[in-house]
């Protein structure tokens, strides 16, 4: 079992840049595919990046290039680093585990960070 929590949002002006981090606990962890996803109000949740437990990257267009995924399976750690920040980035962002993910269905989700981009 893996339990996740994001941190590092906040408020940032357009343009700007955060670099979201996922802790997770549990001895396995670099077993497990990590996600990001995010969801604005109204909106319907969006994927917006994912790390394989061998490092392999896939991103959503809407991101790609502008947004990283990383690991640190030593640390337990999963980051979003996002630049070039929008407005219409501003959301809450979670970041999710599991270890045979299909169809973007992830098994664990931590509890969200809020990101907000000013114009």
């Known amino acids: 079992q893996v339990r996740l929590v994001e941190s590092g949002g906040g408020l940032v002006q357009a343009g700007g840049s955060l670099r979201l981090s996922c802790t997770a606990s549990g001895r396995t962890f670099s077993r497990y595919a990590v996600a990001w996803f995010r969801q604005a109000p109204e909106k319907e949740r969006e994927f917006l990046a994912a790390i394989s437990s061998g490092g392999s990257t896939y991103y959503a267009d809407s991101v790609k290039g502008r947004f990283t995924i990383s690991r640190d399976n030593t640390k337990n750690m999963v980051w979003l680093e996002m630049n070039s920040l929008k407005p219409e980035d501003t959301a809450v962002y979670y970041c999710?585990?599991?270890?045979?993910?299909?169809?973007?269905?992830?098994?664990?989700w931590g509890q969200g960070t809020q990101v907000t981009v000013t114009v």
């Open positions: 999710a585990a599991d270890q045979v993910p299909r169809n973007y269905v992830y098994g664990y």
